[in-house]
Antibody, heavy 115, light 107 residues
């Protein structure tokens, strides 16, 4: 079965950095595009970034120039580097498999940006 | 960016009832629409893609319809396990965008 497990979340001060990881199993990771989607407390879903199987990337305007999505196919792992964090980046960050639709999601990693 | 507007924001229904949730896109998205279910404290799960195709393992009481800018998700014979938030998502154009969500509760 497809399994996605996020890690690396935590409490971080404004302006600092954090790196999230998403470990994938149960499918041929290198063949699929992957997304990061976030959800602020009590709010809806907000798409963050996408990386294709060939490592092409697309970002939401709100995180462009601050966040970087990457992947290591040898380790079956997806990453999200979060720099220059703001309070409005506080959210649960989900990784998800797919291109057009997200057909499998991880359990999420909580990121809290606060001084 | 394509804006997705869902309605209602919340609704309360009885067991066995039929429920319909609407999603309107700010422009034609040519059936590039998915629906997700998010149960309390859990991650979202794909229900419907291409506006009306049921994802593997999703009960047949769920169905999707629509075209152009107007889409809907219907749940027939509401079950207790359907208590959740539901989100639409367009994938016709970058950036991928979600509706604001509909919270479904039992009456």
């Amino acid at each position: 079965a497809v399994q996605l497990v996020e890690s690396g979340g935590g409490l971080v001060q404004p302006g600092k950095s954090l790196k999230l990881s998403c470990s994938a199993s149960g499918f041929t990771f290198s063949s699929y595009g992957m997304h990061w989607i976030r959800q602020a407390p009590g709010k809806g879903l907000d798409w963050v970034a996408y990386i294709s199987s060939s490592s092409g990337t697309v970002y939401a305007d709100a995180v462009k120039e601050r966040f970087t999505i990457s992947r290591d196919n040898a380790k079956n792992t997806l990453y999200l580097q979060l720099n220059s964090l703001k309070s409005e980046d506080t959210a649960i960050y989900y990784c998800a498999k797919g291109y057009y639709v997200m057909d499998a999601w991880g359990q999420g990693a909580s990121v809290t940006v606060s001084s | 960016d394509i804006q997705m507007t869902q309605s209602p924001a919340s609704l309360s229904a009885s067991l066995g009832e039929t429920v319909t949730i609407e999603c309107r896109a700010s422009e034609d998205i040519y059936n590039g629409l998915a629906w997700y279910q998010q149960k309390p404290g859990k991650s979202p799960q794909l229900l419907i893609y291409n506006a009306n195709s049921l994802h593997t393992g999703v009960p047949s009481r769920f169905s999707g319809s629509g075209s152009g800018t107007q889409y809907s998700l219907k749940i027939n014979s509401l079950q207790s396990e359907d208590v959740a938030s539901y989100f639409c998502q367009q994938y016709y154009d970058y950036p991928w965008t979600f509706g604001g969500g509909t919270k479904l509760e039992l009456k």
